[in-house]
T-cell receptor
Framework: GQQVMQIPQYQHVQEGEDFTTYCNSS?????IQWYKQRPGGHPVFLIQ?????EVKKQKRLTFQFGEAKKNSSLHITATQTTDVGTYFC??????????FGGGTRVLVKP | DAGVTQSPTHLIKTRGQQVTLRCSPK?????VSWYQQALGQGPQFIFQ???????QRGNFPDRFSGHQFPNYSSELNVNALLLGDSALYLC??????????????????FGNGTRLTVT
């Protein structure tokens, strides 16, 4: 079945620095969604990418969908303490099913 | 406008017992998906309900079953509980995207989850 992998598993970032987290699927995706889960919370939808090569920005967050629609990345600039949490990508396939990756846990050092 | 609500919030059960978890979707949503999230891992898809029928299923044994009611609310039942069933169970609601070939998935709105501990 479809597998979605994320790297790195953990990301320790100095406040103010940039970082990127990556998502790779074993199969071609219809779309990719990104979610953020704060400690003790539930996943919250951030964005969906549908087109090959698509790039979307949300303030300091930049999301990209690969040309082959098998990978995606999330880049955060000028990391803040509010960015703490786990970021999940979720690969969308036909039939409304989403497969989540293992997540990247972001810790911010002030 | 109420979001997704789940009950109970916490539950402690013994191996071999059965458990029922409940979910009310966000107003206007017609599809409910259930996920299992073990500590430190990503949500694993259990199954999805639409129009009171199970439409898709993940790699979970038949001990996991569900139901959707006419008001779109849903239940997740787990029989013969194992220690490994201890996890956060998340319910997510969404709109049903018509057609299997759509490239768009309706974003999921998650509830706060039910923390199940099996001893």
């Amino acid at each position: 079945g479809q597998q979605v992998m994320q790297i790195p598993q953990y990301q320790h970032v100095q406040e103010g620095e940039d970082f990127t987290t990556y998502c790779n699927s074993s199969t071609t995706l219809s779309n990719i969604q990104w979610y953020k889960q704060r400690p003790g919370g539930h996943p919250v939808f951030l964005i969906q990418l549908v087109k090959s090569g698509e790039v979307k920005k949300q303030k300091r967050l930049t999301f990209q969908f690969g040309e082959a629609k098998k990978n995606s990345s999330l880049h955060i600039t000028a990391t803040q303490t509010t960015d703490v949490g786990t970021y999940f990508c979720a690969g969308g396939a036909a039939g409304n099913k989403l497969t989540f990756g293992g997540g990247t846990r972001v810790l911010v050092k002030p | 406008d109420a979001g997704v609500t789940q009950s109970p919030t916490h539950l402690i059960k013994t191996r071999g017992q059965q458990v029922t978890l409940r979910c009310s979707p966000k107003s206007g949503h017609d599809t409910v998906s259930w996920y299992q999230q073990a500590l430190g891992q990503g949500p694993q898809f259990i199954f999805q309900y639409y129009e009171e029928e199970e439409r898709q299923r993940g790699n979970f044994p038949d001990r996991f079953s569900g139901h959707q009611f006419p008001n779109y609310s849903s239940e997740l039942n787990v029989n013969a509980l194992l220690l490994g069933d201890s996890a956060l169970y998340l319910c997510a609601s969404s709109f049903r995207v018509p057609g299997p070939s759509s490239s768009y998935n309706s974003p999921l709105h998650f509830g706060n989850g039910t923390r199940l501990t099996v001893t």
